[in-house]
Nanobody, 125 residues
């Protein structure tokens, strides 16, 4: 089992920055692929970004490419999402996800076995 706890959400204005954190426990963190998803009210869950086990490979959704940056600190069992130039359409609950191996599409929720409870990000215009 893997336990994931997100933090760092909040209310900001358009153009501001936030950094989300995801603390993991329960199994060796360096063995996990890690990802961020988000879900806005009334909308389906949306893939945001993924990072591989050692952090040398990342991928982003087109909607956040160039504004968001995913990273990880294996020694501290923590993953981050640096969000810059935030827009009102970035408003959502952000979830971190993990899996020891991605057997399906990286953009699919079903590819990740472990999930956090989410942290709210609200961007005002």
């Amino acid at each position: 089992q893997v336990q994931l706890v997100e933090s760092g959400g909040g209310l900001v204005q358009a153009g501001d920055s936030l950094r989300l954190s995801c603390a993991a426990s329960g199994r060796p963190f360096s063995n996990l692929y890690m990802a961020w998803f988000r879900q806005a009210p009334g909308k389906e869950s949306e893939y945001v970004a993924v990072i591989n086990w050692n952090g040398d490979t990342t991928s982003y959704a087109d909607s956040v490419e160039g504004r968001f940056s995913i990273s990880r600190e294996n020694a501290g069992n923590t993953m981050y999402l640096q969000m810059n130039s935030l827009k009102p359409e970035d408003t959502a609950v952000y979830y971190c996800a993990a899996d020891p191996r991605i057997s399906g599409p990286i953009v699919a929720r079903s590819s990740y076995a472990y999930w956090g409870q989410g942290t709210q990000v609200t961007v005002s215009s």
